[in-house]
């Protein structure tokens, strides 16, 4: 009975010790699950951020195809116009040449 009369009395003298101490082992635990729910948002932030880049990618290399297909297009119409204008030029030589 002795040694439940000393622990009694320990206890009574020094429970803002054990106080802390709970406190202590409850705030770890709290903070524990707060850092692992954060590491969780931040792999799903960086799936997400994965998948965007992947697309801007795949965007990126078909803007660039249109882009060489635009240029393409341009370039065969100024060859085109530059090509008639020559015609023209070359059809009013003859015509000049042919008068003679």
Same mark, same amino acid.
């Given at each position: 009975?002795?040694? #439940?009369?000393?622990?009694?009395? @320990?206890?009574?003298?020094?429970? *803002?010790?054990?106080? &802390?101490?709970? &406190?202590?082992? /409850?705030?770890?635990?709290?903070?524990?699950?707060?850092?692992?729910?954060?590491?969780?948002? =931040?792999?799903? &932030?960086? &799936? =997400? +951020?994965?998948?965007?880049?992947? *697309?801007? /990618?795949?965007?990126?290399? /078909?803007?660039?195809? +249109?882009?060489?297909?635009?240029? #393409?297009?341009?370039?065969?119409?100024? @060859?085109?116009?530059? @090509?008639?204008?020559?015609?023209?030029?070359?059809?009013?030589?003859?015509?000049? /040449?042919?008068?003679?």
């Amino acid at each position: 009975m002795a040694t #439940f009369e000393n622990f009694k009395d @320990g206890v009574l003298k020094n429970w *803002v010790i054990l106080a &802390v101490i709970v &406190v202590g082992i /409850y705030t770890t635990g709290t903070l524990n699950s707060e850092f692992l729910q954060e590491k969780q948002k =931040r792999i799903e &932030v960086e &799936v =997400r +951020l994965s998948k965007k880049i992947k *697309v801007i /990618y795949e965007n990126k290399k /078909y803007i660039t195809e +249109l882009e060489k297909h635009i240029s #393409f297009e341009k370039g065969e119409k100024q @060859g085109l116009k530059a @090509g008639y204008q020559q015609a023209l030029k070359d059809i009013d030589l003859i015509k000049k /040449y042919s008068k003679q």
